[in-house]
């Protein structure tokens, strides 16, 4: 164990020149899943695998690409899973649309008893 | 040795089996076991776990490895209280603790006077039938004190980021919260079965379920706080699985304490209380077990044990199916007839209860979602924190104009414009403080205004409320743990709004010497060192954060190498200062030769804290207050 800790302290001297992570690659980090993590996103893991994408984002970015084509190409490569958010398609119009359906069903159970009653 | 503690424990827990037995009888009014009494039993019950409690402690301090429990979770090297606290960083010792505080809860219960002997022996027998199978499942399915033939020299040790003071405190307040409401539950159902669901059955009520509400909310705190500074990525709420377990119960049980009170004040809503009381305690249930279960993977799985599992499902099952058949038989013969005008300070709970039982189905559905579609379309989906806060939001707006406005509501129909223009200089300070907020901010998001808004509105009115400067001396009204939690939860909100709005985030691969920049300050690399300790070894940097030149204040993130068992962990190192946090964490990538920084500014994180610790001791307030007034009775 030691010698690992020696090795890496060795490294981080040998390092040069600080180098800043574009805020655009960050949010687009903070949007993509870790495949091999248990929920968080590439952002929160220093995952091999998560690693390996966060560099096929910068590569991205710094071939011009939208954050959409990015995300597009990523959800062709491994399904709609490595979104962060749902996208809005057949199989998830229960998980957007059931909330607001309950506080609709709420708001005139609430009326109705109200009058009733008055 | 270890032979008889074995014996000795096995036995305790058989005794608390017996008694619970005995105990659970008298849900019928039966004559087999009218001695020994309530009182008896209920100590046996208590004195027994407490004993094996103790002696699980124990084995766990001189670290007796013949004990399986003690060798997979504990190692000898590790400091004294991760030794103690270890004890319930584990399945079998966290049932144990649960149990332990089921009893004591019962115990507590079964001293309480002025209470009719029918509704209390009822309530002891419901809770001792859930002692019981608990108790059961202890004993043969997850056994605290089994014994091992090898003779270990060392043990395993536990999981590094479980090694942190506030987590071991963490368990234990939140198993009060969660165990809190089996006694509300108990309390249900025997007001299901003596068909007395009325005005004194709230006031019954009333304390424990504030009290364990208040512990529920500091529980899941603790938990947030822990993963705002141990997890080093600058969040305090991940809308991560096991966090939504123990969101559930708490979103159903804010719900329950509202209806209790109305439930007090004007004698309604009786069948919908004691829904809410089932539920809050299933929730409870499935919070605390699902989460064990391996179903949901997390830190908090401990074992993944499908017999566990199963036991666990069925228990709930049984519970659900029992106490909603009881709800159906009897739910007629509770029910008193209610009148409350449209506007009217009953209505505003009613609204808020839907509203919390919305936010309650999007959390359920964002946790279970991804499950089923998975199951049973074989698609996977991930359902990250960006649809929580979109569909949360809007509901959050409405919430906190229910909060402000119903307090200011009479019980009977009221005029609304009258309130409004009762209230028209604290509507116009805070539309002035909102707008200059937005437009130092340059904020533009409408919902972030409307959230921020009614904040101000809820806070500056709750808090003008408890104080009545009409007097001539200040007076503290009675409800001011009302007006206390109130104004904490716009707080918390705002802050919550505030914090997502204006975090800021900057990641750097930086060396030794470097200036890194996070907004007006420079951060010099200035060295980084080796620190050996008993558990670990870390690699050590020190930060000079320098504003216009001048030093503020060293930063220090670590990297740990654990060896028992072998984990890097990631310490962040945080300035707390009122306004905002600033937040520094290293990491080390496996495939990159450099040290990865990462630094926050995280606005609001005190006040955010602050808004919090006001409704837990709002909470606290209530549940207190109440209880006096019951005894005055």
């Known amino acids: 164990m030691t010698k690992i800790i020696k090795i890496f302290l060795l490294l ?6 600080a180098i800043a992570e574009d805020p655009r ?13 248990q929920g968080q996103t590439i952002h929160e893991s220093n995952a091999e695998l998560a690693e390996d994408l966060k560099k096929l984002i910068r590569e991205k970015i710094s071939q011009g690409e939208t954050d959409r084509q990015i995300k597009e190409y990523l959800v062709e490569r491994y399904g709609d899973w490595i979104l ?25 159970a609430i009326y109705r008893q109200k009058r009733s009653h008055a | 040795m270890s032979l008889y503690i074995f014996y000795i424990s096995n036995f305790l827990l058989l005794l608390c089996l017996t008694a619970s037995l005995m105990q659970s009888s008298k849900i019928i009014n039966n004559k087999i076991f009218t001695r020994p009494g309530v009182m008896v039993l209920a100590s046996v019950q208590l004195i027994s776990i407490l004993l094996s409690f103790l002696i699980l402690i124990y084995l766990f301090l001189i670290s007796d490895f013949n004990f399986d429990l003690v ?5 000898s090297e590790k400091p004294l209280i991760y030794k103690f606290s270890g004890v319930w960083g584990n399945h079998e010792g966290s049932m144990l603790l649960w149990i332990l505080i089921l009893v004591l809860f019962n115990f507590l219960f079964a001293l309480s006077k002025r209470i009719s002997e029918r509704f209390k022996d009822i309530t002891v027998a419901v809770q001792s039938i859930m002692i019981f199978g608990f108790v059961a499942f202890l004993f043969f399915l997850s056994n605290p004190f089994a014994l091992n033939q090898n003779n270990f020299f060392d043990g395993i040790g536990l999981n590094p980021i479980l090694q942190d003071p506030l987590l071991a405190i963490h368990p234990p307040v939140l198993y009060i919260g969660y165990v809190g409401f089996s006694l509300v539950f108990s309390l249900a159902i025997a007001g299901l079965i003596t068909k007395e669901v009325d005005q004194q059955w709230a006031s019954i009520v009333k304390p424990w379920v504030f009290s364990a509400w208040a512990f529920l909310t500091a529980g899941i705190a603790l938990g947030s706080f822990w993963a705002y500074y141990e997890l080093g990525w600058g969040g305090y709420w991940f809308w991560d ?12 049980a804010t719900a329950l304490i509202h209806c ?7 004698n309604v809503m009786q069948s919908w209380t004691i829904i809410l009381a089932i539920l809050t305690f299933s929730l409870s249930l499935v919070g605390t077990f699902l989460v064990r279960s391996g179903i949901l993977n997390s830190v908090h799985t401990f074992a993944s044990d499908p017999g566990r599992g199963l036991f666990i499902l069925l228990f709930i099952f049984f519970i659900l199916v029992f106490s909603f058949s009881l709800f159906a038989y009897n739910s007629e013969k509770i029910n008193k007839t209610s009148s409350m005008g449209l506007i009217s300070r009953g209505t505003g709970i009613q609204v808020n209860n839907w509203l919390l039982i919305t936010i309650l189905t999007i959390v359920f559905l964002g946790t279970m979602y991804p499950l089923a579609t998975d199951l049973l379309l074989n698609k996977s989906l991930t359902v990250g924190p960006r649809y ?3 569909t949360i939001a809007p509901i959050i707006i409405l919430f ?25 200089y604290l509507i116009i300070t805070s539309l002035t403080i909102t707008l200059i907020i937005s437009l130092y901010f340059e904020l533009f998001n409408l919902t972030e205004i409307l959230i921020i808004f009614f904040s101000l509105l809820l806070i500056i009115s709750s808090m003008t409320a408890s104080i009545n400067f009409n007097k001539q001396n200040i007076l503290v009204r009675t409800n001011l743990g009302q007006n206390l939690a109130h104004a904490g939860f716009g707080i918390l909100m705002m802050a919550v709004v505030c914090n997502a709005v204006y975090s800021e985030e900057r990641i750097y691969n930086a060396k030794v010497g470097d200036n890194l920049q996070l907004q007006k300050y420079v951060f010099s690399f200035d060295k980084i060192e080796q620190v050996e300790k008993s558990n670990y070894n870390s690699l050590k940097a020190y930060f000079l954060m320098k504003k216009d030149g001048k030093l503020i204040d060293t930063f220090t993130p670590e990297i740990r190498f654990y060896s028992n068992p072998p984990t890097i962990t990631s310490e962040a190192s945080i300035l707390h200062k009122f306004f905002s946090d600033i937040y520094l964490v290293m990491n080390v990538p496996q495939d990159q030769q450099s040290i990865s920084v990462r630094m926050h500014i995280k606005p609001f994180m005190t006040i955010l804290w602050l808004g919090t610790l006001m409704i837990i001791i709002g909470g606290i307030i209530s549940a207190s207050i109440r209880l006096g007034r019951f005894d005055e009775k």
């Open chain 1, 12 to 17: 981080f001297l040998l390092q040069n020149n």
């Open chain 1, 25 to 37: 690659a960050i949010e687009l980090f903070k949007e993509v899943r870790c495949l091999v993590c």
């Open chain 1, 84 to 108: 962060m958010t749902p996208p809005f398609n057949s199989l998830t119009y229960i998980l957007w649309f059931l909330p607001f359906l309950i506080i609709f069903i709420g708001a005139i």
């Open chain 2, 71 to 75: 060798y997979f979770n504990s190692h």
């Open chain 2, 241 to 252: 699985p096991v966090e939504n377990a123990s969101l559930m119960p708490w979103i159903a």
């Open chain 2, 260 to 266: 209790v009170l109305i439930l007090q004040k004007r």
């Open chain 2, 388 to 390: 929580y806060s979109t």
């Open chain 2, 400 to 424: 906190l104009f229910f909060m402000f406005i119903s307090p200011r509501l009479g019980w009977t129909d009221t005029k609304l414009y009258k309130i409004i223009i009762q209230l028209r």
